[in-house]
Structures are given as structure tokens and as C-alpha cells.
């Protein structure tokens, strides 16, 4: 078995008769022991009933810790566990947890992230205003390894409700990270799991939704994505190999959109990570003096786009990178 799939994995409908819970809160981990507990916590602090909510980790063969026994402590039976038999990578995983999700409306908690008090209180009413929706996110915050907010998400719009032509938005740019989105477990059932990468492949997800149903949005701050080196994202980051995986997502998501906005949304969207990722290739010259991964994100941005303001923006950074300068 491939550990990246090559097209979406089936989710089969819940094979239980009876009583469902209306929530499934999942959260996959793999060597996240650290962030775990702050995790659990921030969902068992809000009091949802077990009738209501199914809490689960489900662990992809962590070795950094008994995390089975962590789960235990912390959850006193509140919360369950599964193991992986064998490290099957993240995209599997995720498949597995909505897999064995019952409840109705998906959480997929990433081990290293958290929830805010109100989420599920917030998100759910969002569900039962708007019956049409696929998902519904939040605002949210990007915090350090060490929990502190290091700022917030743009505010979609100012009030509550359903977005406006988020195919196109969504589309151009990933505007949503796991922390912050439910989804139906229905939603999942018709469209699939995710694919492709294991980088960026929540983008492609989040545009296959808005492809087929409605998103609803909160601009309440209710959950944080965490963003630390030690995971996939930050460890691709370190490399600059973040940029080849958005390139295949990007053609990727071209199915889902009109004919006539193809082009456009893709040159809109390799412009933008490619000043994105010169932003980032300047944060991680002044905190690590990393000449080689530096210079990788200079060589995968000109790769992705060029323009007069991305070959300024180089320029000023090969300089520092020459000078040897912070």
C-alpha cells in the first residue's frame, strides 16, 4: 500500500444501527506526546456528553512515548484509543480516524493543535442555522511550540454565515487549517478523504468541498494551529519542499473549477506562494542562518513564478545570504 494515496479513499457510511452521536472529535497523532494533553484537555473542558460526542485518538504507531497510557490518564475513560498496527503515514491515518468516526459532524484534531471554549457550541449552531452546509470553520490562531499566539488568521467576513463564492477564494490561496473546520461525516462519505501530498492536501480537500456544498464560516477565534519544525508541515517548511507539494495540489484542485478560471486562479495562486515563500526563506535566514535551506526557497519560488517585485525581494535577501548578514 502506497503511503501517499493516488485519489481519494473511500469513507463507507457508519455500519451501526441506532443512535449516533452528533459529534466525532478524532484526533490523529504521530509522535506529537508533548502537545497531546493540551489538546485533550481543551476538548473535554467544554462538557459535551458522551451521547453527544465520541472523543478519539488515534495513533499512527507513535515511538516518542506510551500514548495509549497518556490517553488513559487524561481521559479516564472519557476518551478512546486506537493504534495503528504499523506506521501507515498521515493521509492513512486521517482515512482510518474518519473511518471510525459515528458522529455526524467530523472534528479531525491534530494532536499538536487545540480547540477554544464555545467551538463546538459555535461551529454546531452553524449546522443547524445552515441544514445546506458542508463544513463550517472558525477564525483562528497560529501559536508557537510553546502555546503563545503569534497572531491571528484575516478575518473572512465580519459576521456569521454562509461564504460568498468560496470556490474562487478558497481556491487561489488555503485560507483554512484542521484545527478550525468541521465537516460531515456524510460530506466525507460522498467526496472522499484526503490525497495526493502530505503537504497542502487539506487545501485540495477544502476546495473539493466548496465545489459540492456551502461553507460557513464564524470570524469568532475558537481554535489555534500549531507550528513547530518537529511536524510535517514545519519540517517541509525547514527544506522548502512545501512549495513542490502546493504545485501538485494547485494542478490538483484545476478540476474542480470552471474552465474559464483555471488559469487565472493558477497564476494568482503560484504568485502568491511564491512572495510567500521568499517571506519565509527571510524569516528562516534571520532564525537559523541557514544558508542552504534559504537559498532552496529562493530556487523553488523563481521556479513557481517571476515577477519584478519577487526578483527585488531575492536580490535583498542573496545580499544578506552573501554578506552573511541577520
Known amino acids: 500500500m502506497s503511503r501517499i494515496p493516488l485519489s481519494p479513499p473511500i469513507i463507507a457510511p457508519v455500519a451501526i444501527s441506532g443512535p449516533r452521536p452528533l459529534w466525532s472529535v478524532m484526533i490523529p497523532v504521530y509522535n506529537c506526546a508533548s502537545f497531546l494533553p493540551e489538546a485533550m484537555h481543551s476538548v473535554l473542558q467544554q462538557q459535551l456528553p458522551e451521547h453527544l460526542m465520541q472523543?478519539?485518538?488515534?495513533?499512527?504507531?507513535?515511538?516518542?512515548?506510551?500514548?495509549?497510557?497518556?490517553?488513559?490518564?487524561?481521559?479516564?475513560?472519557?476518551?478512546?484509543?486506537?493504534?495503528?498496527?504499523?506506521?501507515?503515514g498521515s493521509l492513512h491515518n486521517f482515512a482510518t480516524s474518519i473511518s471510525r468516526?459515528?458522529?455526524?459532524?467530523?472534528?479531525?484534531?491534530?494532536?499538536?493543535?487545540?480547540?477554544?471554549p464555545g467551538y463546538y457550541q459555535e461551529i454546531g449552531t452553524l449546522f443547524e442555522r445552515y441544514p445546506e452546509i458542508g463544513a463550517a470553520y472558525c477564525r483562528f490562531g497560529y501559536i508557537d511550540e510553546r502555546g503563545q499566539l503569534k497572531y491571528n488568521q484575516a478575518l473572512e467576513i465580519s459576521q456569521a454565515g454562509i461564504l460568498p463564492d468560496y470556490l474562487l477564494q478558497i481556491s487561489?490561496?488555503?485560507r483554512i487549517q484542521y484545527a478550525c473546520?468541521?465537516?460531515?461525516?456524510?460530506?466525507y462519505e460522498q467526496i472522499?478523504?484526503?490525497?495526493?501530498?502530505?503537504?497542502?492536501?487539506?487545501?485540495?480537500?477544502?476546495?473539493?468541498i466548496a465545489r459540492h456544498f456551502p461553507i460557513a464560516y464564524t470570524p469568532s477565534i475558537l481554535a489555534d494551529y500549531r507550528h513547530h519544525v518537529s511536524s510535517i508541515s514545519g519540517s517541509k517548511h525547514m527544506r522548502g519542499e512545501y512549495l513542490v507539494d502546493l504545485l501538485t495540489i494547485m494542478q490538483n484542485i484545476q478540476q474542480h473549477l470552471p474552465p474559464s478560471q483555471r488559469k487565472t486562479l493558477l497564476k494568482r495562486s503560484k504568485k502568491f506562494y511564491s512572495h510567500y515563500a521568499i517571506r519565509q526563506a527571510n524569516n528562516l535566514w534571520h532564525l537559523r542562518h541557514d544558508r542552504n535551506s534559504t537559498l532552496n526557497h529562493v530556487r523553488q519560488a523563481l521556479l513557481l513564478h517571476q515577477d519584478l517585485s519577487l526578483y527585488v525581494q531575492v536580490l535583498k535577501l542573496l545580499i544578506k545570504v552573501v554578506i552573511n548578514k541577520h
Open 55 to 88: 472523543i478519539e485518538v488515534v495513533d499512527d504507531a507513535s515511538t516518542d512515548a506510551d500514548v495509549e497510557a497518556i490517553v488513559a490518564s487524561i481521559g479516564q475513560g472519557r476518551v478512546q484509543y486506537y493504534r495503528q498496527p504499523e506506521n501507515i
Open 101 to 116: 468516526a459515528r458522529g455526524q459532524l467530523v472534528h479531525l484534531l491534530h494532536g499538536d493543535d487545540r480547540v477554544r
Open 172 to 174: 487561489e490561496r488555503n
Open 181 to 187: 473546520i468541521t465537516v460531515k461525516r456524510a460530506t
Open 192 to 208: 472522499g478523504s484526503f490525497y495526493g501530498t502530505t503537504y497542502g492536501e487539506d487545501w485540495e480537500m477544502w476546495v473539493r
